[in-house]
């Protein structure tokens, strides 16, 4: 758990158990096909987890920057 969890907002989930289409029967041991919804949403997940992932590593460098030097102004 991160510091900025709990300052932030809870994210939505990633699924909704509405979505979850997956539920198998006895018989069935095929694999089902994947939609083009489902890979679109699966492409915007992985966007939005990289998109995450920056903007955290960001903030971390933001918090773990090297000191300013003695003659420096402060915040640049």
Not at 5 to 12: G, M, V
Not at 27 to 32: I, M, P, Q, T, V
């Amino acid at each position: 758990m991160y510091i900025t969890d709990i300052f932030e907002d809870i994210p939505t989930p990633y699924r909704t158990e509405k979505d979850d289409n997956s539920v198998k029967k006895m018989g069935e041991l095929r694999k089902s096909r994947l939609t083009l919804a489902q890979i679109k949403r699966l492409r915007m997940m992985n966007d939005l987890r990289k998109y995450e992932e920056q903007k955290k590593i960001e903030s971390l460098s933001k918090q773990y920057k090297p000191a300013a030097a003695a003659g420096e102004a402060p915040g640049l």
